[in-house]
């Protein structure tokens, strides 16, 4: 039934261009790309981490070896925060155009990864600035090769053309997308997620979810997004339950970091609007807001303000979830009512409130969205309205229960 809710008029670019090794074991590739990586005469390289987790994984221990067998020289930042800042991609860069780095290698989540990808920008444009960057003051065609080592199941920038950075001083959190940023090589590998803490677990899977519910609904959408988000959907109601109650069950996480690549690719092509335009300016005001919690917020309260716009769709890719949907326009409260008590049943519970947003931060969120650079581009191709009322009810909607 959601087919009719696609135009066949209209011609969509489908993408998907990054390598990637997928699969229990998959780090031992790393040999392979550092081959690779030095038969293009790059014998130099930066490695973008977190403090912790790329050692405790016991990720490093494949690149570092890796690297040094190919005579690969490396420096590493190991400063990336959750919600990286404009701050650490300057800092890095400087490191890497000091030590002479031709490549990135980033070994972490969503973070270590987007902040490498703007450090491949710079070490092709050494006198502009990420702050220059995330403004868009100048459009970079090139960057250096990336590599993406994936330690979570969320944010599938592992496999797309996307990275997101914070302006501190402005509380901007825009996104780019250029073609130059795609990961030559990536690497998800299920035992380096085993380590995640359960709240962690929960905020990287339903960042997957958004991230398809988002790309099925734009106004840009294809078939390709609307059978993949189903797909994820699926995927993340079967598999996050198993992979709280056992984080080490490789079964659980394979699945989960399928589930999350392919919400990459998703979003690669339908792109993202309403849940990540709104979320950015709650994380960019609190950085120690988990990304995925602020979309798991937001998005009962974005499902029901686009459900009768999208209704055919909605009640496809969201029944492994909110079983009983027809399809019916009416049925919005229905729909959100039931993705709020899947959050909950898989543990997140929380409201703007519990966050520390009342009624009197909605304007200025509001005001955030459309003027932090690129923010008002995804609300453009929202479904569901463009105006600044449809954004301050989402943000009132989502203070409380549905």
Not at 22 to 29: D, Q, T
Not at 177 to 192: N, S, T
Request: glycine share 6%.
């Amino acid at each position: 039934m959601w087919e009719k809710d696609i135009n066949i008029n209209e011609v969509r670019e489908i993408r998907t261009r990054t390598s990637v090794f997928f699969g229990v074991g998959a780090i031992k590739k790393i040999d392979d790309i550092a081959a690779a990586l030095k038969e293009k005469g790059i014998d130099k390289v930066i490695v973008m981490s977190g403090r912790n987790a790329y050692k405790a994984t016991g990720a490093w221990d494949y690149v570092e070896k890796a690297l040094k067998d190919n005579n690969i020289g490396y420096v590493n930042y190991a400063e990336v925060t959750p919600n990286p800042n404009t701050h650490h991609v300057n800092e890095a860069a400087k490191l890497a155009k000091d030590f002479g780095a031709k490549a990135v290698i980033a070994i972490g989540g969503g973070s270590p990864t987007d902040a490498g990808k703007s450090v491949a920008i710079l070490l092709e444009y050494p006198d502009e600035t990420a702050e220059n960057l995330y403004d868009f003051k100048f459009t970079p065609e090139k960057a250096a090769p990336i590599v993406s080592i994936n330690l979570t199941h969320g944010t599938g920038t592992e496999t797309n053309r996307f990275a997101v950075v914070t302006n501190l001083e402005k509380n901007f959190k825009p996104a780019i997308a250029y073609d130059c940023i795609y990961p030559m090589f990536a690497i998800d590998d299920p035992q380096l997620m085993v380590k995640l803490s359960p709240k962690q677990t929960r905020y990287v899977s339903i960042d997957a979810v958004n991230h398809v519910v988002e790309a099925a609904t734009s106004t840009v959408t294809s078939p390709y997004c609307v059978t993949l988000a189903r797909e994820v959907i699926t995927l993340v109601a079967k598999y996050l339950p198993k992979a709280l109650e056992n984080p080490e069950d490789l079964e659980a996480r394979y699945f989960l970091a399928y589930a999350a690549m392919m919400g990459g690719v998703c979003f690669d092509n339908g792109l993202l609007h309403y849940t990540h335009a709104l979320e950015h300016p709650l994380s960019a005001v609190k950085p120690e807001l988990a990304h995925g919690l602020g979309l798991a917020i937001l998005l009962p309260a974005v499902i029901k303000t686009m459900y009768k716009d999208r209704a055919n769709i909605l009640s496809y890719i969201l029944s492994p979830i909110v079983p009983g949907l027809d399809g019916s326009a009416d049925e919005a409260e229905k729909a959100a009512k039931g993705v709020e008590n899947w959050l909950k049943s898989v543990g997140v519970t929380e409201k703007l409130t519990d966050e520390g947003f009342g009624e009197n931060d909605v304007d200025k969120l509001v005001d955030l969205v459309y003027t932090t650079p690129s923010l008002e581009g995804l609300i453009a191709i929202s479904p569901s309205g463009k105006d600044r009322d449809t954004v301050r009810r989402i943000y009132r909607d989502s203070l409380q229960d549905i």
